[in-house]
């Protein structure tokens, strides 16, 4: 049976309660959140979400996969537990925890899951929490690589021309208009624009921000939104941001819908760096 790859708090209290020894849930927060308190038995990874992947290319996806190796078999997953992955709310750490679990699952880890809300849903539901920091044996993990989730720089030159896969880009509105490179200043990348004929769909839309915890819209609401940039369930859509958090987030969430979606883990920040590659860069 596939993993859901969302959980509720209520699912995840439950699954602690009978499967204890079998799950191992990952908190991407900053290190300083995750001091003054976390889910019980939670453990810190906060490199789920900064890992910056120098590149797509087989070299740099040689030297993720080592670097997860030794930092996951250090916090003792192997690769066949229950994983669920968090952070604080879903709107506003630019997809990290989806980020974590596409991470998770790309290296081959099958059981992954996302807490759904984050760790303000798990507060409002009344559940425990900790400051106490758990103890855990190293365990050998060891990477098997699903290709099919991610798209390198080279699938995504070649798709550029090819209308059956959409181009999905969903940064934030600055970004897409061509006025700033990245989500930390304008300037951080080198260029800035958009991959060719790809198609604008804000992340945050795909969630119902305005309520107090935000979470996923249902899957009839994501297509209906979908539709409106030409994404169908018929769709394969490679999904960019800047580095690959906010791509993940909408991964989730269209595959919660069914729809074929693939993550450019580079995501900008690659594809702006290499000049050779290009670029729409119209101030739009």
């Known amino acids: 049976m596939d993993t859901k790859l969302l959980i509720s708090p209520q699912e995840l209290s439950s699954l602690l309660k009978n499967h204890s020894s079998q799950t191992i849930i990952i908190d991407t927060r900053s290190l300083e959140e995750y001091a003054v308190s976390h889910l019980p038995s939670a453990i810190d990874i906060r490199a789920l ?10 070299e740099g996806l040689r030297k993720l996969h080592e670097h997860f190796t030794e930092l996951l078999s250090k916090a003792g997953i192997s690769g066949k537990e229950r994983l669920i992955v968090y952070e604080d709310s879903l709107d506003r750490g630019y997809g990290q925890s989806c980020r974590g679990a596409f991470l998770l699952k ?9 807490l759904h809300g984050g760790y303000k849903a798990w507060l409002a539901a009344g559940l425990p929490i900790t400051d106490r920091v758990p103890n855990h044996e190293s365990r050998m993990f060891t990477v098997h690589p ?3 989730i ?4 080279q699938e995504m030159l070649q798709a550029l021309d090819n209308p059956a896969i959409i181009k999905l880009d969903v ?4 970004e897409w208009q061509g006025l700033s ?7 951080f990348c080198p260029r800035k624009g958009r991959i060719p004929n790809a198609v604008w769909l804000e992340w945050h839309r795909l969630m119902n921000c305005e309520s107090q915890i935000p979470i996923f819209r249902s899957p009839a609401e994501i297509r209906e ?3 409106s940039v030409g994404i169908t369930s018929e769709s394969i859509v490679y999904v960019y941001c800047f580095k690959g958090s906010r791509a993940a987030n909408t991964f989730i969430a269209l595959q919660e819908a069914g729809i074929d979606a693939r993550n450019y883990f580079g995501s900008w920040n690659e594809w702006s760096r290499d000049f050779s590659l290009p670029v729409d860069s119209r101030v739009i």
């Open 171 to 174: 940064r934030d509105r600055d």
């Open 146 to 148: 699903d290709a099919s």
């Open 181 to 187: 490179s990245s989500p930390y200043n304008p300037d």
């Open 150 to 153: 991610l798209v390198t720089t």
């Open 106 to 114: 790309y290296l081959g880890c099958a059981q992954v899951s996302v």
């Open 49 to 58: 979400f900064t890992y910056l992947l120098e590149n797509s290319h087989p």
């Open 225 to 227: 939104i979908c539709r």
